[in-house]
């Protein structure tokens, strides 16, 4: 008897435990929104979840499973996600109604767990909207001009660096050769620091950089942890030790403002920037600027501008070495430029390089480094021409990824064609068709810096070396379903030859 009122005692602890897990399953269903049915614990992720689908696979497979649908719902453990696939709906999600769709969703800022957390991209609407306000600035065209030289001489150097390269190996691992001239951009342009990426195997910030980016089991369980369990995460801020990455870009970013302060020194650039904020706090209203929320902003910065840019140029080159034509043709127009300015190229004369701009635009279609939007609603809202009403904390999905690759707008989406961008192409397609610096007033704050490091990178690596396949080559280009923004599987080996130039 006890026995069986023990049995009896487990079926019902699993039978409530399994309906908590499952008792939100019908939210979509019951909204009449279809999606795909979820299963207990996952939800509808669970290959993202374990690590064995990229989320950008994932999304271009629910966005072609309901190709009739506007709007997909979908699960994450148990919690409801609209994912739109409108283009009308999300141009009014993202610029027209803005003001209802203010938040991004990431996992809830940990100030003690996380103290890096706190950067412009995750910030809630308060913060977000005045420091993006002063950190603005930076990022002017005209601040833009004059960073063209410094960012000209860091590609100068990779220029070096990679004829060491070429004469060694029939191999260059692109990602990692992209991503040390990145670094040196970032460090030479917003810290006013030499980081030597490119010159020293052993930089530090190369180091932090890599390790930030490189997928670990024990990532992942902190990531489970944290939006899972908010309130057990914030309190083991509490107790575990901040990471070197923490310690490393807090204290990199405070001695450098108090350095700059003590021996009065002006760079006008984003240190000098936080700088000022650290000395007028009152020009931020009652927010507090501790150390951890203006380190966070230089780290965002160093981790957005290094890592983006440094993959998109990997992209490029791959695309470049398997359409050897788009490859020539880039090169003349290069040529004529380098021809007709000499060696000192300014920002108009990379401005005038519209095939460049196209290839940086098709690279950026099919290979886009976020390959989805997080917003999530600040009040109910209605969405136009239906009848599907959200309440306030609704979160959704934009596919970025899954849109540019849409046949019915990019007719055969495998194909590289850079006319895609050609001005009469681009006038026939819906304009929330290419977002991939996101779009309205939470778009990326350093586009412009992103298009003309990655410009002139690929300027000084294609006017000199011939780019092409090798044995280790990813092909096909697989995604990496460990990765956080979009990678090839194995890294990107590709040969640079030297062209003779005589």
């Known amino acids: 008897m006890a026995l069986f009122e023990i049995l009896c005692g487990v079926v019902a602890v699993v039978l409530a435990f399994y309906y908590y897990l499952t008792s939100n399953f019908d939210f979509w269903k019951s909204r009449g929104i279809r999606g795909p049915q979820p299963i207990p614990i996952f939800g509808n992720v669970k290959d993202v979840m374990l690590a064995k689908k990229f989320i950008g696979d994932y999304t271009l497979e629910l966005y072609n499973n309901y190709k009739d649908e506007s709007m997909i719902g979908i699960f994450t453990r148990g919690k409801p996600i609209l994912v739109l696939k ?5 141009k009014d999600v993202l610029i027209k109604d803005f003001s209802n769709f203010t938040e991004r969703d990431f996992a809830n800022i940990h100030e003690k767990a996380e103290p890096l957390s706190q950067h412009l991209v995750a910030l809630e609407t308060k913060r977000w909207r005045l420091l993006r306000a002063k950190l603005s600035p930076v990022f002017t065209s005209g601040k833009l001009k004059e960073m063209v030289s410094l960012i000209s001489e860091c590609a100068d150097k990779l220029d070096g660096y990679i004829e060491k390269l070429a004469s060694k190996s029939d191999s260059i691992e692109c990602r990692e050769l992209t991503a040390k001239y990145t670094t040196d951009v970032i460090g030479t342009c917003a810290f006013g620091i030499e980081m030597n990426a490119l010159s020293d195997e052993d930089s530090e910030f190369r180091k932090m950089g890599r390790e930030i980016f490189t997928p670990r089991w024990y990532k992942s369980v902190k990531n489970i942890l944290r939006e899972a369990t908010p309130w057990l995460y914030n309190t083991l801020g509490y107790i575990l030790p901040q990471t070197k990455a923490t310690k490393f870009f807090i204290r990199l970013t405070m ?5 700059r302060e003590k021996n009065n020194i002006f760079r006008h650039d984003f240190i000098d920037t936080l700088r ?11 927010i507090e600027l501790t150390d951890g929320l203006l380190a966070s902003q230089a780290f965002v910065f160093f981790l957005a501008g290094f890592e983006t840019s440094s993959t998109t140029m990997s992209n490029a080159l791959y695309e470049l070495a398997l359409n050897f034509q788009i490859q020539d043709k880039l090169r003349e127009e290069i040529n004529q430029q380098y021809a007709k300015h000499g060696n000192n190229l300014i ?6 390089m519209t095939y460049l701009d196209k290839i940086f635009k098709e690279t950026l279609r099919k290979y886009p480094p976020a390959t989805l939007l997080r917003r999530k609603s600040t009040s109910n809202y209605t969405f136009k021409d239906t009848k599907l009403s959200i309440s306030k904390d609704q979160v959704l999905f934009i596919p970025i990824y899954a849109i540019q690759r849409d046949p019915s707008i990019y007719p055969e989406p495998e194909v590289f064609d850079p006319e895609r961008f050609s001005e009469e192409v681009v006038k026939t397609r819906h304009p929330m068709s290419y977002f991939p610096f996101g779009d309205g007033p939470r778009n990326c704050i350093g586009a412009r810096f992103a298009i003309y490091q990655t410009k002139i990178g690929l300027i000084k ?3 000199k070396y011939k780019v092409e396949t090798c044995e280790k080559t990813p092909i096909p280009y697989i995604n ?3 990765a956080f923004l979009l990678a090839p599987t194995g890294g990107m080996h590709l040969r640079l030859t030297k062209i003779d130039q005589d």
């Open 86 to 90: 409108d283009l009308d709906l999300i």
């Open 255 to 259: 001695d450098n403002i108090n350095y």
């Open 276 to 286: 000022e904020l650290k000395k007028h706090p009152e020009t931020v209203g009652n």
């Open 347 to 352: 920002y108009e004369n990379i401005k005038d």
């Open 461 to 463: 690596i294609l006017r």
């Open 480 to 482: 990496n379903p460990k």
